[in-house]
T-cell receptor, first 111, second 113 residues
């Protein structure tokens, strides 16, 4: 079992839909969490950090559930331009920091 | 402000040949990472530097891979000799600290034939 797991998808949704992704992590020493977006043949780019209190940036909302060890990303009113792979990133501190990426969830938004 | 700069963008080499990648991190970022990404996978860490010190190279295949970060700024990653299975995208990233968000370069797409 991988330390950070994501549903690979793909998620196929129509424009305007709301879509949610989950990411689970197994190490309780995980302390920092992020969502990155990666377009085809491009580098990953930071989408948003995930705070314990949750955070929102426009149509995007990220939440952290430490008890169940997962983070989530909600995209409202999906746009065609949201089509990408969304990578979950976890940083743990177990005698040193370690950054671990999930394999990503692919999203296709259709007209 | 300039982002992370990598070169070359693409490289095609024959197996058993050497290859080197270069990375210039964001100014002021002490932490530098080299990742390898295969198609359909997330980036996998090869090595992490804090300034000029390699603090995590547990995933680096040391028989053929080497890296350096002289003066704690630019870094190079070398493969010698390259194997067919080394074909991947090699990403460099940097961050202010090891527990903060990282910023990626455009990557080097390596094809070994």
């Amino acid at each position: 079992r991988k330390e950070v797991e994501q549903d690979p998808g793909p998620f196929n949704v129509p424009e305007g839909a709301t879509v949610a992704f989950n990411c689970t992590y197994s190490n309780s020493a995980s302390q920092s969490f992020f969502w990155y977006r990666q377009d085809c043949r491009k580098e990953p780019k930071l989408l948003m950090s995930v705070y314990s209190s949750g955070n929102e940036d426009g149509r995007f909302t990220a939440q952290l559930n430490r008890a169940s060890q997962y983070i989530s990303l909600l995209i409202r009113d999906s746009k065609l331009s949201d089509s990408a792979t969304y990578l979950c990133v976890v940083i743990r501190n177990t005698g040193g920091f370690k950054t671990i990426f999930g394999a990503g969830t692919r999203l296709f938004v259709k007209a | 402000e300039a982002g992370v700069v990598q070169s070359p963008r693409y490289k095609i080499i024959e197996k058993k040949q050497p290859v080197a990648f270069w990375c210039n991190p964001i100014s002021g970022h002490n932490t530098l990472y080299w990742y390898r990404q295969n198609l359909g996978q997330g980036p996998e860490l090869l090595i992490r530097y804090e300034n000029e010190e390699a603090v995590d190279d547990s995933q680096l295949p040391k028989d053929r891979f080497s890296a350096e970060r002289l003066k704690g700024v630019d870094s190079t990653l070398k493969i010698q000799p390259a194997e067919l299975g080394d074909s991947a995208v090699y990403l460099c990233a940097s961050s202010l600290a090891p527990n903060t968000e990282a910023f990626f370069g455009q990557g080097t797409r390596l094809t070994v034939v």
